[in-house]
């Protein structure tokens, strides 16, 4: 159609808790209250589970550890496989 697409990053919705009790959600930058004014921020994280040939243990930690990732456990399962589960945050895994 001779359109140029727009390309843009994804966002995930951040819950900010401000001082005095009040609770909003922010999904860009731009829309982030005075730090001065924020008490907390929540982000949104995924419990992940991978499966990946044994052999590629390693890279797959590294992966996840550079996503920001927190290991939660490690199984072997059957035919060289192990099964890998991290809490990683939302943002990580749709970029």
Same mark, same amino acid.
């Given at each position: 159609?001779?359109?140029?697409?727009?390309? @843009? %990053?994804?966002? =995930?919705?951040?819950?900010?808790?401000?001082?005095?009790?009040?609770? =909003?959600?922010? /999904?860009? %930058? /731009?829309?982030? *209250?005075? *730090?001065?004014?924020?008490?907390?921020?929540?982000?949104?994280? =995924?419990?992940?589970?991978?499966?990946?040939? #044994?052999? %590629? @243990?390693?890279?797959?930690?590294?992966?996840?550890?550079?996503?920001?990732?927190? #290991? !939660?456990?490690?199984?072997?399962?059957?035919?060289?496989? =192990?099964?890998?589960?991290?809490?990683?945050?939302?943002?990580? !895994?749709? @970029?």
């Amino acid at each position: 159609y001779g359109l140029d697409p727009v390309v @843009t %990053a994804p966002s =995930v919705a951040y819950r900010v808790h401000l001082r005095g009790g009040e609770e =909003v959600l922010v /999904d860009s %930058a /731009d829309k982030y *209250p005075d *730090p001065g004014a924020v008490e907390a921020v929540e982000e949104p994280f =995924v419990e992940a589970s991978v499966l990946a040939p #044994f052999e %590629a @243990t390693g890279g797959v930690m590294d992966l996840c550890q550079e996503a920001r990732g927190e #290991f !939660v456990d490690m199984q072997a399962t059957s035919e060289g496989r =192990v099964r890998l589960q991290y809490n990683l945050p939302l943002a990580e !895994v749709i @970029t």
